[in-house]
């Protein structure tokens, strides 16, 4: 029954945005055209999809080599989070020419209708994020504006639910989780492929797998123009 839990355990959802304030009931329309648990479809390449393209195909994504700044949002977190948040920002950072990099601790607690800015990262309820509900484990994604020269991340989320290491979810790796998140934040959507960390669904994977790799340099080489 363990073994069954944790299959089921981690369906995590992405959001994202498509005005400089974001407005996250338009957003879940939009996410919602399509299968919830994979990128867009099509997008991608071998193990891994696009979290939201341009009309060109284009992987929506940040800045050539951008410095994202996060602030944390501790209420609710497990006990050494911060060390928990700074090795899962740091396994992304070491797989990508993006960085992570933590700002400031906050107590903001609004989680959507972000303006562009810090990416805020906490931990909360279901009663207080009711898209948390049932067995999603997190929620992630980037907010991002469009202009002549194409769409840009400027803000995101990451959302953990507070029942993930203390309820059933308990022996789950939570770091995994926020790697997931964090890359849902970078631009990529949930594969098919079981042996990846951006699988829809959780089968005991703690470690980038090679098409969550490839999904990394794709959307390098789209921000940096190299692709």
């Known amino acids: 029954m363990l073994a069954t839990m944790v299959v089921l355990a981690l369906v995590i959802t992405s959001v994202i945005a498509i005005s400089p304030v974001v407005d996250f009931g338009d957003v879940r329309r939009t996410v919602l055209t399509h299968d919830r648990l994979d990128g867009v479809p099509g997008s991608g390449g071998e193990g891994y999809s696009y979290l939201a393209t341009s009309q060109s195909g284009a992987p929506v994504t940040w800045a050539c080599e951008a410095i994202i700044e996060v602030e944390v949002n501790p209420q609710g977190a497990p006990e050494g989070y911060a060390e928990l948040v700074a090795s899962a920002l740091a396994t ?42 049932g067995p999603v484990a ?16 400027v803000t995101g989320t990451v959302v953990i639910d507070t029942d993930l290491p203390r309820g059933w979810f308990r022996g789950m790796d939570e770091e995994a989780v926020l790697v997931h998140e964090l890359l849902h934040v970078l631009g990529l959507g949930h594969t098919q492929e079981s042996g990846q960390l951006m699988a829809a669904r959780h089968h005991g994977q703690s470690e980038l797998g090679e098409g969550d790799l490839a999904g990394l340099a794709a959307l390098e080489a789209h921000a940096c123009g190299t692709s």
Do not use: I
């Open 92 to 133: 992304v950072n070491e797989a990508s020419s993006f960085t992570f990099e933590v700002v400031a601790e906050t107590d903001d607690r609004q989680f959507f209708d972000r303006p562009p800015g810090p990416v805020l990262l906490g931990w909360a309820s279901e009663e207080e994020v009711p898209d948390l509900v």
């Open 138 to 153: 997190g929620l992630g994604g980037p907010s991002y504006v469009s202009g002549p020269g194409g769409a840009r991340s």
